[in-house]
T-cell receptor
Framework: ELKVEQNPLFLSMQEGKNYTIYCNYS?????LYWYRQDPGKSLESLFV?????AVKQEGRLMASLDTKARLSTLHITAAVHDLSATYFC???????????FGQGTRLTINP | NAGVTQTPKFRVLKTGQSMTLLCAQD?????MYWYRQDPGMGLRLIHY???????AKGEVPDGYNVSRLKKQNFLLGLESAAPSQTSVYFC????????????FGPGTRLTVT
């Protein structure tokens, strides 16, 4: 059974700093998804990583996938307040057409 | 395209009452999903559907029923609401087999008193 673990679960950081959110998973997968959720809002797709070594960047966010290590990272560069949100990683289940989500990382960026 | 829409956005129920949440998508997607989101619990899959007329149980199906009579609609029913079903409910859809990325609706905030 696929298990997806994110860490940290809570992250408070200052504007201008760099940090990384980690997503570990328990069974082999060749693809991974990152979502963003603003407070009181729905989930919005951020990145789709489809192969080992895949790297995607948008603005101050960069996501990568290492399928051998069963690890994805979401790196935040020079954080700004607008990036405050909860970030989820998710992977496809082998048993059915569905995603298994991590617990989410609540990121708060303070001025 | 409106994408994925959910009705209603908010609802307050008394224990024992019933209600139906409606999810509609206009993207001709085959797969549809119902999740609940509770503080500290992330997203948990309640039921899902791989096509019109089909449904399957997810991680937390007890106390809920679903129906997918039309491809564009996925209904989630609570026959006898309980306080433990207080949550935010999200519907999602994905286009076809092998395409796992899901597109989410805006959510329904349900409170059961």
């Amino acid at each position: 059974e696929l298990k997806v673990e994110q860490n940290p679960l809570f992250l408070s950081m200052q504007e201008g700093k760099n940090y990384t959110i980690y997503c570990n998973y328990s069974t082999t997968s060749d693809r991974l998804y990152w979502y963003r959720q603003d407070p009181g809002k729905s989930l919005e797709s951020l990145f789709v990583l489809l192969s080992n070594g895949a790297v995607k960047q948008e603005g101050r966010l960069m996501a990568s996938l290492d399928t051998k290590a069963r690890l994805s990272t979401l790196h935040i560069t020079a954080a700004v307040h607008d990036l405050s949100a909860t970030y989820f990683c998710a992977l496809p289940s082998r048993e059915a057409q569905k995603l298994v989500f991590g617990q989410g990382t609540r990121l708060t960026i303070n001025p | 395209n409106a994408g994925v829409t959910q009705t209603p956005k908010f609802r307050v129920l008394k224990t024992g009452q019933s209600m139906t949440l409606l999810c509609a998508q206009d993207m001709n997607h085959e797969y549809m999903y119902w999740y609940r989101q509770d503080p500290g619990m992330g997203l948990r899959l309640i039921h899902y559907s791989v096509g019109e007329g089909t449904t399957a149980k997810g991680e937390v199906p007890d106390g809920y029923n679903v129906s997918r009579l039309k491809k564009q609609n996925f209904l989630l029913g609570l026959e006898s609401a309980a306080p433990s079903q207080t949550s935010v409910y999200f519907c999602a859809s994905s286009p076809r087999q092998g395409w796992y990325e899901q597109y989410f609706g805006p959510g329904t905030r349900l409170t059961v008193t």
